[in-house]
């Protein structure tokens, strides 16, 4: 089983929706994203979640197990925010921890529109994330004129995170073999060593990384082979849904208004 079999830059290039027209994602998702902003009831950002969840889930086929570890810790996040708002809000107070402490209607109506627009947000933007690879992300820089400096930085900060956690999972299961973490103190020793080796090699293996460019012809400036994706090339079935979307998510919108719990 490979290191890498488990991560999101497996999942992004192994699924059903990996091969789907790059621009057509990117507009689902920034709309999702927009509207989700728009509203001011907690119940439509919902929506967003569960259509996003199920775009995920069942088209681009992206394991539920894996799914839910990407969304725990912006859910985490999102948890602790709406605890402080329901606290820090105003109105009537529905619940009192004494000396003027305690949770309002108003409080819970804010932290509920918070989390499920976290909620909401982060799923659509999961949506782009996890069905297209990063790759052909990088390439659309090119498309919107962003400065070729930046677009090589982030390929190659991208580039070094998995070198981070490939030599990461190498030393760890290393000391592992050597009876390594069975205490507290052997942990402490453990870990200390594994930050300060982790650190070393890295820094080796980026200047090894660097040589190979460099024996490549390398002069500053990655190229790319781009896969032809445009904008042109979005299907009418992709922009009729694209349209729908947006015209259920107007009519939901003025619907729910304002709507809250309290």
């Known amino acids: 089983m490979s290191i890498f079999e488990d991560t999101l830059d497996h999942y992004s ?3 059903e929706l990996s091969e789907s027209n790059i621009y057509s994602k990117i507009i689902f998702a920034l709309l999702a994203i927009l509207l989700n902003l728009m509203t001011g009831s907690p119940i439509f950002p919902f929506l967003i979640f569960l259509l996003c969840s199920f775009l995920i889930l069942y088209f681009a086929k992206i394991p539920l197990r894996f799914y839910a570890t990407f969304m725990a810790i912006p859910l985490g996040f999102a948890i602790l925010s709406g605890i402080f708002l329901a606290f820090l809000g105003t109105g009537e107070q529905i619940w009192t921890l004494g000396f003027g402490i305690g949770i309002t209607k108003g409080g819970i109506n804010q ?5 499920f627009r976290v909620l909401g947000g982060v799923a659509a933007l999961g949506f782009l994330i996890l069905t297209t690879p990063m790759n052909r992300i990088f390439a659309i820089f090119h498309d919107l004129h962003v400065p070729a400096v930046i ?3 982030a390929i190659l900060m991208y580039r070094y995170i998995f070198l981070f956690l490939d030599v990461t999972a190498t030393m760890y299961n290393s000391q592992k073999t050597r009876l390594g973490y069975h205490n507290y103190m052997s942990w402490m020793k453990c870990l200390a060593a594994l930050a300060g080796m982790v650190f070393i090699r890295t820094w080796e293996q980026g200047e090894i990384s660097y040589k190979a460019l460099a024996s490549r012809g390398y002069n500053g400036q990655l190229n790319m082979i781009r896969e032809g994706d ?6 009418i079935r992709d922009w009729i849904l ?6 259920l998510s107007v ?4 619907k729910l208004g304002n709507w809250t719990i309290f």
């Open 230 to 235: 445009s904008i042109k090339d979005v299907s």
């Open 251 to 254: 009519f939901a919108i003025i």
């Open 151 to 153: 677009t090589d930085l």
């Open 242 to 247: 694209i349209i729908l979307f947006v015209i």
């Open 13 to 15: 290039t192994n699924n």
């Open 111 to 115: 932290a509920m529109l918070v989390f």
